[in-house]
């Protein structure tokens, strides 16, 4: 099993900028990719960005350039440094991880609301 806990949600302005931590606990030796999904209201769940075990990334277009990933294996962590926020972000955020068996999990979200 794996328990993920995300913090740093919050209010914005339109142009600021918010850290999201997802902090991971249980078997998480079997990790090997994590990432943050995000879902609007009346919109499907959507990938943010991910970041595998050997660090590669990847973002979706709407992000790219605004949002980085990154990691911290001694503390079991996931950041996603968000910039120039724009109102279109407004989302709850969800961390996930995948594990070399293919299961996933979840964490129970954490709500960005942007402001214009």
């Known amino acids: 099993q794996v328990q993920l806990v995300e913090s740093g949600g919050g209010l914005v302005q339109a142009g600021g900028s918010l850290r999201l931590s997802c902090v991971a606990s249980g078997t998480i030796f079997s990790i090997n990719y994590m990432g943050w999904y995000r879902q609007a209201p009346g919109k499907q769940r959507e990938l943010v960005a991910g970041?595998?075990?050997?660090?590669?990334?990847n973002y979706a277009d709407s992000v790219k350039g605004r949002f980085t990933i990154s990691r911290d294996n001694a503390k079991n962590t996931v950041y996603l440094q968000m910039s120039s926020l724009k109102p279109e972000d407004t989302a709850v955020y969800y961390c996930a991880a995948r594990r070399y068996d293919s299961s996933a999990y979840w964490g129970q979200g954490t709500q960005v609301t942007v402001s214009s």
């Open positions: 970041i595998t075990k050997g660090a590669g990334v």
